[in-house]
């Protein structure tokens, strides 16, 4: 578990930590130039003579892995001694994430080449190993650093040792992400009693199947005369200006506020909705399409994707809940009280009559009656529940005896 923390740093720390994130950054844009160099060197160029235009790089040279450029690493430190002003576990750290990179372009279709990092690129560093006795109360001591204070907005989890340390730099100063980890095993989670089946709406956020519309707040949406204001100001400034920086920072700030906001709200919907039930059921979707057709900008604006696949399942998985993604196929286009196929409905179409059953209801909480149907019968509760010996309740199919059967 991760838990984030404002430092409040003085204007020495500051400093360092720039300096800090200067050298980072320098470190992995050279072990970058090498290795693409490395690869250049392989190439045969068509547009010019090789004569003219060749990397010089031996042959026999080997490929600047990660284990060759740490080993290269202390060498350097001897020639440029700024080097040693920063942890070398966490210049490690900075090499291990150029090598991930590079292995994830090669790995992933759609991860692009990796690309040098300017000051906006590279905002984070990490100390992998830690100090013992290193976090006390509104104080943290990090490794050639020493102690910190820290705005604790909330207590050290019980029973986790830390692991890991992430300087993290955004528009509103330094934060500290403290890595917890626990030896304890946690289950799976089992389906319960009470189920709840979860539609992605257009004209509202979600729909449940106890009949609720959630709508989702238009964090950007809303703003957005404040934002083309400030958009408008940046274009008239000099670039590289001071009051040009001072603005792109109040621009950052801004949007990081309203991020905050989203995440905040995103973070209690899912607690509501996981005090409500045992089970929860949502409609397997590729939300990246969602960012890319009609409507892009609400799906963005209201973080859906984030909320169905990753905070969504973290609650269920911090509160016990069981989490399952079903068939999305028709969901629209069945009726959840006879179970019978109504045709296509179009977009601007938000109430559902069924023509058999002669029921109506608002479209997107038919579809979340639907998918609770398809979730109980995907983990086989529709048999019902039944006392168990231990006095509890469980679902299944009931097995009977020889003597049961010949007895019925």
């Not at 080449?113 to 590279?122: E, G, I, Q, T, V």
């Not at 934060?175 to 709406?201: R, T």
């Amino acid at each position: 578990m991760t838990y984030r923390y404002k430092i409040k740093p003085t204007k020495q720390l500051f400093r360092q930590f720039d300096q800090y994130l200067d050298i980072c950054r320098s470190v992995y844009n050279f072990a970058h130039a090498e290795r693409k160099a490395w690869l250049e060197s392989r190439k045969s160029r068509m547009d010019c003579c090789s004569i003219l235009c060749e990397y010089i790089i031996a042959a026999d040279a080997p490929f600047p892995s990660y284990k060759n450029q740490a080993k290269a690493l202390t060498e350097a430190k001897k020639k440029f001694p700024h080097l040693k002003l920063v942890n070398a576990q966490t210049l490690q750290q900075v090499l291990k994430r150029l090598d991930k990179a590079w292995s994830d372009f090669f790995k992933i279709p759609d991860r692009g080449f990796p690309r040098f990092r300017s000051k906006n690129r590279f905002r984070s560093f990490v100390f992998p190993q830690l100090l013992k006795n290193c976090l006390d109360q509104r104080k943290v001591k990090l490794p050639s650093i020493g102690w910190i204070t820290i705005r604790q907005s909330r207590p050290y989890p019980i029973g986790f040792t830390p692991k890991q340390f992430q300087i993290v730099k955004k528009a509103s100063g330094y934060y500290l992400m403290i890595v917890f980890q626990s030896h304890e095993v946690v289950p799976d989670a089992i389906p319960g009693e009470k189920s709840l089946g979860i539609d992605a709406g257009i004209s509202n956020f979600i729909a449940t199947s106890n009949q609720e519309l959630i709508k989702s707040p238009r964090f950007l949406r809303s703003k957005l005369k404040k934002f083309k204001k400030l958009q408008r100001k940046l274009k008239n400034k000099t670039k590289h200006s001071n009051n040009w920086l001072k603005l792109q920072n109040k621009i950052a700030r801004f949007h990081e506020k309203i991020s905050n906001a989203r995440r905040d709200w995103l973070f209690k919907l899912a607690h509501h909705l996981c005090n409500q039930t045992d089970n929860i059921f949502v409609e397997d979707i590729n939300y990246k399409s969602w960012s890319k057709g009609l409507f892009r900008k609400q799906s963005l604006d209201s973080g859906i994707g984030s909320f169905m696949n990753e905070i969504l399942p973290f609650i269920c998985w911090k509160k016990n809940k069981f989490y399952l993604k079903v068939d999305k196929d028709y969901s629209s286009q069945q009726c959840p009280n006879c179970r019978l196929f109504t045709g296509q409905k179009l977009l601007k179409q938000r109430l559902h009559i069924c023509p058999y059953c002669n029921i109506e209801i608002d479209r997107d909480i038919a579809s979340s009656l639907i998918l609770k149907q398809r979730g109980k019968t995907a983990v086989g509760q529709p048999v019902g529940y039944q006392e168990i010996a231990c006095g509890g309740r469980g679902a299944g199919v009931l097995q009977f005896t020889l003597f049961d059967l010949v007895t019925a």
